[in-house]
């Protein structure tokens, strides 16, 4: 099983430079400042409802990056079988290239000792977040054509293998 956050992210300061920055698990009372956020990042965002029903998925893990007590972001996963999949990442705009996201990630990919691989859908037109994806070692694998289907966007499946050497 996933270890309980408190053990293993809470409090988890990132870098010298980032040292403001502290990335926890989720908690209802911050689902306000995400929703804005979530409706600037996004063409098709998510619910509330998504939201609220992923405090209720014992296998999603929901985490926000909280810089200087200002929410600037969240990521959230589901750990299904062997796979941890990113299911939502998201940084406002006034927080970008600061590390933020790239944190975020890593923050899920530390607890992924029971699973064996990572694996995600992004849009064919995210360079930015391809680019993340890769530079933490995701590989571009697969596309799943038309998969957003009100701008007829392919994703780009793209997976990351954890644990090859143990
Ligand atoms: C994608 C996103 C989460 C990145 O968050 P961020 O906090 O700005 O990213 P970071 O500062 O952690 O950057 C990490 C890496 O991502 C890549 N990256 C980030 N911003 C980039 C940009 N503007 N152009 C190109 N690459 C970029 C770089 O590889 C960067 O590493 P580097 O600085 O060493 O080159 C953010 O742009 C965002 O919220 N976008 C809208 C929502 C979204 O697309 N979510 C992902 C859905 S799959």
């Known amino acids: 099983m996933f270890p309980p956050l408190s053990e293993t992210v809470s409090g988890c300061h990132v870098t010298e430079m980032q040292k403001d920055l502290i990335i926890r698990s989720m908690d209802h009372k911050d ?11 996004f063409k098709t965002p998510w619910s509330r409802k ?4 992923d405090f209720k998925k014992d296998f999603a893990v929901l985490l926000v ?3 200087s007590g200002v929410i ?6 589901w750990l299904i079988v062997d796979e941890l ?3 939502n990442l998201a940084v406002h705009p006034d927080f970008r290239d600061r590390g933020i996201g790239e ?9 992924s000792e029971n699973y064996s691989m ?3 859908e992004v849009r064919r037109s995210n360079k930015t977040a391809r680019k993340l994806y890769k530079k933490l070692g ?12 009100e701008e007829g966007e392919d994703a780009i499946l793209m997976i990351k293998h954890l644990h090859q050497n143990t």
């Open 85 to 87: 999949h990113i299911a």
């Open 31 to 41: 689902l306000d400042e995400i929703l804005k956020i979530e409706e600037t990042c």
């Open 65 to 67: 990056a909280e810089y």
């Open 138 to 149: 995701f590989e571009e694998v697969g596309v799943r054509k038309n998969y957003y289907v």
């Open 103 to 111: 944190s975020l990630i890593r923050t899920l990919l530390a607890n």
């Open 72 to 77: 600037a972001g969240y990521a959230i996963s």
């Open 118 to 120: 990572a694996g995600l």
């Open 50 to 53: 998504s939201f609220e029903n």
